[in-house]
């Protein structure tokens, strides 16, 4: 797997790749490779127990972690996102994982340097290549708002294209990114649909106990989680606390505008920052608000689908989501019915929904529960992690039995030319693994 986000990242796309590798290492009983960058989200500061370290490879939980350092951007603009992806791609190319023949090659896509490298990876080792396109970045170049943004969109997305169209496989996170993908380039008949799924446990601590705890007895909450980026548009949250006093604004996280946002609610009594929770205490700080919010720019329509989501419906608490109608955001915030969709980038619209919470609890209770259900129902991690295992057996099996076909072509001809051929010759592994080798390497 190439990935640049992974473990002990807990936010965005991390857990997901984090879960996937480990369920192929201990479940199924791979072994599994994963290369990496320096942990550094959603802070957008490296970890500092890696401090000094420009390469590192870890054992965690069966998987084999190979890290490569790169930049960290702390202010999100086009150029210092080239940089970040220039140096994800060269360090990725000077020092590949040092392992066997892989079976298969996955990419956890946003990054367009991970694209490159895990195609790279798979073309080297004449492996299925299957990225999983959690965000697009042409897209999102386009949409989320990063300074020169629209002028480098063409080129990310010529290049997302044709990592894309050099698949075997396409998985997408949601069915709004299909057009888009297929705009790209990609036929209809490779894409596969998988879903990320909810990877945090239930609530279990008392819901009156965490917020008293947290100084939240008696006050109508509405939590915002996760990353504090250009995409979300979270002035609008601030605005909102603004607008209506009653309302306590809760920004738990961290990011490349905190400081911008911390900022913006100087002498606003009624909005809180706290950092990001333990991964033990998350989903009872989530549980604990009265409402979960949402945030997208305007113009942020189908480039992502916040994995936020996920964790929120588990929750148990109404979603507010201040997002473009016709994304995939509110397109899943409709389908579970667990809240509301208002206007994005509008102050006044978010404020009313949280006062119509507020005002009627039994309500507020009832869309929390039907999130709940529909995160039981549709998003359990046991259903997600099999789909993307499918995704990959799929592959896999698809390209043994076009690799089959080509050995025998091969055989034959060399057969009637009068040589062995090169199977017999020892110059390959098989398809599977070299000879006496692990068979199941993903």
């Not at 340097?113 to 004449?126: C, D, E, P, Y």
């Not at 109404?318 to 899943?332: D, F, H, K, L, M």
């Not at 050995?407 to 001809?413: K, S």
């Amino acid at each position: 797997m190439v990935s640049t986000n992974y473990a002990p990242e807990q936010a965005g796309i991390g857990p997901y790749a984090t879960q996937v590798a480990e369920h192929w290492a201990v479940d199924r009983g791979a072994e599994v490779h994963v290369l990496a960058g320096i942990p550094h989200y959603p802070s957008w500061r490296p970890d500092p127990s890696y401090r000094g370290r420009w390469r590192a490879t870890d054992e965690r939980s069966g998987v084999l972690v190979h890290r490569r350092r790169h930049t960290v951007p702390r202010r999100q603009t086009a150029v210092r996102r080239a940089l970040y992806e220039a140096s994800i791609l060269t360090h990725g190319l000077v020092a590949p994982p040092r392992m066997g023949r892989p079976d298969a090659v996955l990419a956890q896509m946003p990054s367009l340097a991970g694209g490159v490298l895990a195609a790279r990876l798979a073309r080297r080792h004449a492996a299925p290549f299957v990225p999983v396109v959690q965000d697009l970045m042409g897209a999102a170049a386009a949409q989320s708002g990063i300074a020169g943004g629209g002028r480098v969109a063409g080129a990310a997305a010529a290049l997302e294209g044709r990592v894309l169209r050099a698949a075997s496989l396409v998985g997408i996170i949601h069915e709004t990114f299909r057009e888009r993908v297929h705009a790209l380039g990609v036929p209809a008949h490779k894409v596969r649909l998988v879903p990320n799924w909810s990877h945090v446990a239930p609530a279990g601590d008392s819901r009156e106990e965490t917020r008293e705890r947290l100084g939240w007895t008696g006050r109508t909450v509405l939590l915002h989680a996760g990353n504090m980026g250009l995409k979300q548009g979270l002035e609008v949250l601030v605005e909102a606390a603004r607008v209506r006093p009653d309302l306590h604004v809760v920004l738990m996280g961290d990011g490349s505008r905190r400081a911008h946002l911390t900022a913006l609610a100087a002498g606003l009594p009624n909005v809180q920052f706290l950092p990001p929770a333990d991964s033990g205490d998350f989903t009872d700080v989530l549980a604990a608000a009265d409402g979960l919010v949402v945030t997208q720019r305007a113009s942020v329509l189908d480039m992502s689908v916040p994995s936020k989501l996920t964790s929120y419906f588990m929750a148990a608490r109404p979603v507010i989501a201040s997002v473009a109608p016709g994304g995939g955001t509110a397109e899943e915030v409709r389908r579970s019915d667990a809240g509301w969709v208002v206007r994005p980038e509008d102050p006044a619209a978010l404020a009313a929904a949280g006062a119509e919470l507020a005002e009627d609890p039994a309500v507020a209770t009832a869309l929390g529960a039907r999130g709940f259900d529909y995160a039981r129902a549709h998003l359990g991690r046991e259903a997600g992690l099999g789909r993307i295992s499918a995704l990959l057996d799929e592959a896999i099996s698809e390209h043994r039995a076009t690799g089959h076909r080509a050995d025998h072509r091969a055989t034959a001809h060399r057969t009637a030319a009068g040589r062995l051929p090169w199977r017999a010759r020892g110059a390959h592994p098989a398809p599977g693994g070299p000879p006496g080798g692990k068979g199941s390497r993903p």
